[in-house]
């Protein structure tokens, strides 16, 4: 069984060491086409992918947007290979990719991968620093303007790993992206929660661009069904340096507290964190 990333190729199944794309692949030239992943584990328990049908929803969501046409049966078939292949024990990342096709024509592209989770990864559970990275537009630059592509969760991620290679530069281990009109709206590859007293909030996706967490969503809603207030709400910056608590949200880190935003120390409770850990892995 495979011990190193696993790769399978929609309509062809698990490969080993052929070629997976072309090199007109629209997703490699342009960056069109989408994806999604999510955290599979694998125990005694036996294997476990976290929330797969929210994130098969939202995989077509973003591939309409796109208007690229998803076979909903092959890519179902195509995961349940990969899942049922993958023995490997521990934490890992299960991610599947759509481009558009060739330049020349022909139909999509699809691909899937499993890598084992990295340590920076798990190490972020234990806390990280951010930075505020201004990412150029107001908070409503979306509103009506579906060509920007707000919330689509496409393979155009190049500004995102250019703002984690700032944050790098400056020290940190992250970033989070500001409006020009100083509002919170998400980090590169993660949600943003914060904590005021027995609140919990985060940003509204629409009209500002922010990606809808799958995981953020889920922790959400287990706090409020534990009976914890929850604000969807525009929140000035300045707002989180007085929190009672931020928090990344993602697929891979789970959790991931904030210690300090652009040098600056904030609050930390392991409480509440631990309670944001168990709501974003309830089921």
């Not at 592209?109 to 990275?133: C, F, K, N, Q």
């Amino acid at each position: 069984m495979p011990d190193a990333p696993l790769v399978a190729v929609l309509g062809h199944g698990i490969c080993s060491d052929e070629p997976v794309l072309h090199a007109d692949d629209l997703g490699l030239t342009r960056g069109d086409g989408c994806f999604e992943a999510t955290r599979i584990q694998v125990d005694g328990a036996g294997t476990r992918v976290d929330h797969l049908e929210a994130h098969l929803a939202r995989f077509g969501r973003s591939a309409a947007s796109l208007e690229i046409d998803v076979d909903d049966a092959a890519w179902r078939a195509l995961l349940d290979e990969v899942i049922a292949a993958w023995q490997q024990p521990g934490e890992a990342i299960l991610r599947w990719m759509l481009t558009r096709g060739r330049e020349r024509g022909g139909g999509p592209s699809g691909v899937v991968t499993v890598t084992p989770l990295d340590e920076r990864t798990l190490r972020a559970r234990d806390g990280i620093g951010v930075v505020l990275l201004d990412r150029g537009h107001p908070a409503d630059a979306f509103v009506e303007r579906p060509w920007l592509l707000g919330g689509v969760k496409t393979l155009s991620y190049a500004v995102n790993v250019a703002a984690g290679r700032e944050a790098a530069r400056r020290g940190a281990d992250d970033a989070i992206f500001v409006s020009t009109d100083g509002v919170v709206l998400e980090a590169p590859r993660a949600a943003v929660v914060w904590r005021f007293g027995e609140r919990l909030g985060t940003t509204p996706t629409e009209g500002t661009g922010v990606l809808a967490s799958i995981t953020c969503d889920v922790a959400l809603a287990a706090a409020r069904s534990d009976g914890v207030e929850i604000d969807i709400e525009l929140r000035p910056v300045d707002d989180l340096l007085r929190a009672d608590g931020v928090w990344l949200v993602s697929s891979g880190r789970l959790v991931a507290p904030v210690t300090t935003i652009d040098g600056r120390s904030i609050a930390i409770d392991d409480v509440w964190t631990d309670r944001m850990r168990s709501f974003a892995t309830s089921r």
